[in-house]
């Protein structure tokens, strides 16, 4: 299984995006010296199919989370792909 994680250090906030048989995000905060966790894991993108189900779940993970990728077994010989959408949009 391929597992990925991007972490995003964003000054007293560091984001870590997730990859593997799902998909999820979590936030820690720095407060008072040490990182407190503010949103944990919420995991999602587990099916494989291109079914309509399947694809409506991937764009509403795009909406949420602003950001696609592809799970470790949706491609069997493929690398891991996360993409981040960057922006206000």
């Known amino acids: 299984m391929i ?5 995003l250090d964003n000054g ?3 984001a870590i995006l997730h990859s ?3 998909l999820g995000a979590a936030t820690y905060q720095k407060e008072a010296g040490s ?3 503010t ?3 919420v995991w999602s993108g587990r099916r494989t199919d291109d079914g309509e189900t ?15 990728a592809a799970n470790s077994r949706r491609y ?7 993409t981040r959408q960057m922006g206000n949009s």
Do not use: C, M
């Not at 597992?3 to 972490?7: D, H, K, P």
């Open 3 to 7: 597992v990925g994680n991007i972490f």
């Open 12 to 14: 007293d906030e560091i």
């Open 20 to 22: 593997s048989a799902a």
């Open 35 to 37: 990182w407190r966790l």
């Open 39 to 41: 949103q944990g894991f």
């Open 54 to 68: 399947a694809q409506a779940e991937r764009d509403a993970f795009l909406k949420e989370e602003r950001r696609v």
């Open 76 to 82: 069997a010989r493929g690398a891991t792909l996360l």
